[in-house]
């Protein structure tokens, strides 16, 4: 197992509170396993951090951590930033464009607020989920990809689900492990560290 002072004082996690050192021993038992995270917890509780971390400490560490904010990029061009084109898939597809799973290949792909992602697109992250294949847009070829997922979330996917904005198949594959952050205010004893 990952010794927890090593994974606190390399990991930029700040704290000593109950709920962080909780936080940082399911990190050190998650790190080494395969599996797909998802990081609940307010804005600004360091869910980022958190997703650093596990992937710092996994066998995918020498590989890469590609970061997709869902709730930056336009719902018009998500799907060529996950997946690639080949040029000429749009009209403004003027070259050809390595998507985000292809630079996460062997890695992690960590999806910051997974609650803003396109209805339409959770069918197709599904199937990478389920497969590791997925297509170009623009192209019939099937690619694959072998990465690790973490996911972040302040919303209640839960919630979501219910309302219909969310699948309850792709919530059941994300939500394997749940970290959950403790909010700042729950953190009284963390306020001098901070």
């Known amino acids: ?12 996690i700040i704290g000593n509170s109950d709920g962080i050192r909780q936080v940082l021993e399911m990190i050190a038992q998650v790190a ?3 599996i ?5 917890g307010e804005s600004g509780t360091g869910k980022e951090i958190v997703a650093k971390a596990i992937h ?26 996950l997946f690639g084109h080949q040029k000429g898939a749009f009209t403004d597809a003027k070259q ?13 792909l960590f999806f910051d607020e997974i609650g803003s992602l396109p209805l339409n697109l ?10 590791g294949q997925y297509e170009v847009l623009g192209s019939s070829q099937t690619q694959s990809a072998n990465v690790r ?3 972040a ?23 394997t492990l749940v970290i959950t952050l403790p909010p700042l205010r729950e953190r009284i004893a963390d306020m001098a560290l901070l």
Do not use: W
Request: some cysteine; glycine content about 6%; aromatic content about 4%.
């Open 122 to 131: 959770q069918p197709k992250l599904l199937r990478v989920l389920e497969t």
């Open 96 to 108: 050809h464009r390595i998507g985000r799973f292809q630079l996460a290949d062997q890695g992690t």
């Open 56 to 81: 710092k400490f996994s066998h995918r560490a020498r590989n890469e951590m590609v970061t997709v904010n869902c709730g930056a990029i336009p719902a018009g061009i998500i799907e060529s930033e």
């Open 36 to 40: 797909t995270v998802l990081v609940a």
């Open 149 to 151: 997922l973490i996911s």
């Open 153 to 175: 979330t302040n919303a209640n996917l839960h919630h979501l689900v219910t309302e219909g904005a969310f699948r309850q198949d792709l919530l059941y594959r994300l939500n």
């Open 32 to 34: 080494p396993v395969d």
């Open 1 to 12: 197992m990952i010794d927890i002072e090593k994974l606190q004082s390399t990991s930029g």
